[in-house]
């Protein structure tokens, strides 16, 4: 805008210019020490507030009445100048204001300058700069309302989301069963939204959340029901000894290889049960088993022995393939955990039962142990494989043991990074053992 109002204003000094060079040269009245004397009038035509200086005359301003007062000397000096290069120039002339002004050579050799103030540019200049600013800053408060609008109704789901963090928090997970937490909605777990990515992570952490506090339960639940059992089995033995020895002193039986046989065997149960938990601890621990080659075809097959002179009349059977199956790993363990799984097949099924024990040799090595008895209580199959679980609820010794023994299957097989299972139907039923090829 300031260029287009200043080209306009050199397009009218320009004409100025033309109209002053044209003028005649004619006097107005008076003598020549008279006020008008020596002046010649170029305010006809021109616009008010030019200033002119004319050769051999004194410059002149038109004012608002049409006369042309002269100018003061500081200002015709400044005026004078001014190089006649026939170039627009701008120059504060003192009383006057800021000018723009021209100066030309006429064809004689006489310098003429011409100027008209920049009070109109200047004004209207300054005028469209309060505009903008105004506008500006209108703008920027309409834009500052509207997006604080728009980014609280933006935000609103996010809040939503913060809410449900909030009320989690508010939920007393440090002990007992947590359960169901609560859940960010399904209408802000849109993945496709940056909110929504917050949503569903945030259900996915809670959900992680709420399965590590339910196992942390779960452990607890089992550390305590462990401790009960421990005790339990413990005080059997304890008491069958104590009463033993009560026995022997009150009564000063002469017989004492009887008592002590009875002490003593109670006293090998207890070793047997503290030795199994121990072991227990230690693979819960995550201590490594040894790790050496070890030749799985020939110890399934010496435990099968084992078990055949233990329970002569049942029916012992095994398919191995003809090649040693060679793994890696704990022999003593290993042997243990397929003695656990043949005499828990001998224990809990008729003396009629056939057990058959097979390998087979795929992405993984499985020792199977089948038999075709009654099957496992389809109320103890989820658990098994846990501590102190027994088929026989009532803890008495012709039950069987202290129930740790599927539990040790379990420990030593995930020691050897492999896994162990059980499928069970009434007459189907296989125990399995899968370990990783070497």
Known sequence: MSHYLTDRLDAKLSQSMERAQRAPAFLVGGTDDGPGAGRPNPGRGQDVGL???VPGYPGSIVTQSGEAPRISTAARDLLADVEPDGKAHDIDLPAYGSYRVLAEESPDGSTF?????????????SSLIWWEVLLA????AAAAVAGRFLVRHQLQPLRDVAATAHEVTAMPLSSG??????RVPDNLTD???????????????LGH???ALDARHESEQQVRQFLADASH??????STIKGYAELSRRTGRDDPDQILAKVESEAGRMSTLV???LLLARLDAGRDVDRRPVDLTRLVVEAVNDARVVDRDRTWTFDVPDEPVVVTGDEQRLHQAVTNLLTNASRHTPPETAIDVRISVDETVRVDVHDDGPGVDPALLPTVFERFTRGDSSRTRASGGAGLGMSLVKAIMHAHRGDASVRSAPGDTTFTLTLPRD
Not at 233 to 238: A, G, I
């Open 51 to 53: 200033i002119t200086v």
């Open 113 to 125: 300058v011409v100027g008209l103030p920049r009070d109109d540019v200047d004004d209207t200049i």
């Open 191 to 205: 993945p496709t939204t940056e909110v929504g990515q917050v949503g569903e992570a945030l259900n996915q952490l």
């Open 275 to 277: 030795e199994d938990m």
């Open 137 to 140: 800053l209108g703008a920027i």
């Open 233 to 238: 089995e413990l005080r059997t033995p304890l």
């Open 209 to 211: 959340v709420e399965e």
């Open 177 to 182: 069963s947590v359960g169901q937490t609560v």
